[in-house]
């Protein structure tokens, strides 16, 4: 009777759960038997999982984005022209700036790909600040739920540290200058005016947007592939 009764519990709660908060743990049950106690992680191996996979995760991503080509040559996080400007950047296009367009795109994808490298040290406070109650919310989570706590976690301070230095680098890579030359060769048109644009905040916006959505495909890579998990912890914690 015991054993019907137990058999209960574990059914209702299986259907009591949506399989879209299937979250981190997934790999932790093999079909539907879940694992001995013996394998299952203590509350210290979980949150030590968790760090691990999210300091793992955070390196590869800041390595990945502040590379050469980190975002100018990744489709899915490249920074592009401002939308408040395409127009203006097609029509100079056609008149034979095409160039000066594309050298201004250039620059704005190097100004995130030397930033990048800032983010580095505010994941890692991050990563100390995770409690138990934590990880168990990102247990329950989605698929990027790691990511969203870190997000939560250090986007604002992240963006305070990535404004300065996007623009500095902006300077350095001739965004600025790229943009003025641009503005000035439309403006000299008849009838055309371009109004102000924050040139800084829109690239530093699209650097952190790169960061994040690269942070959340590692973040991926360690639940569903085995051959992410490059440490014991990880294997333990993510694999059946």
């Known amino acids: 009777m015991k054993y019907l009764f137990g058999t209960i519990i574990l059914l209702g709660l299986s259907l009591a759960t949506p399989y879209c908060y299937a979250g981190f743990f997934d790999d932790l049950f093999n079909g539907t038997q879940p694992v001995s106690q013996e394998e299952a992680p203590n509350n210290s191996t979980l949150v030590n999982g968790l760090k691990e996979a999210l300091s793992i995760g955070t390196k590869n991503a800041v390595n990945s984005v502040g590379s050469v ?3 100018f040559k990744n489709q899915m996080i490249k920074i592009l022209l401002p939308e408040k400007i395409r127009n203006m950047a097609d029509l100079l296009g056609k008149i034979g700036y095409q160039s000066q367009v594309d050298n201004f795109v250039l620059s704005m994808n190097r100004a995130a790909e030397n930033a990048a490298p800032k983010a580095a040290g505010f994941f890692s406070d991050a990563l100390k600040e995770m409690t138990f109650d934590d ?8 698929d990027t739920s790691a990511t969203e706590y870190f997000k939560n976690k250090t986007h604002d301070r992240i ?3 990535f404004k300065p230095a996007v623009s500095s680098s902006m300077n350095d890579v001739g965004v600025t200058r790229s943009y003025k030359e641009m503005i000035q060769k439309y403006e000299s048109l008849p009838f055309m005016k371009i109004g102000a644009l924050d040139l800084d905040k829109y690239v530093t916006d699209k650097a952190m947007d790169g960061l994040f959505y690269t942070v959340g495909e590692e ?3 360690i639940r569903t ?4 998990r490059v440490t014991d912890l990880l294997k333990k914690v993510f694999g059946k």
Not at 135 to 142: D, L, R, S
């Open 159 to 161: 963006f305070q540290a």
């Open 69 to 71: 080509d980190g975002y």
């Open 225 to 228: 592939n085995p051959a992410a």
């Open 219 to 221: 973040e991926k890579k």
């Open 135 to 142: 990880a168990v919310a990102i247990w329950k989570g989605g």
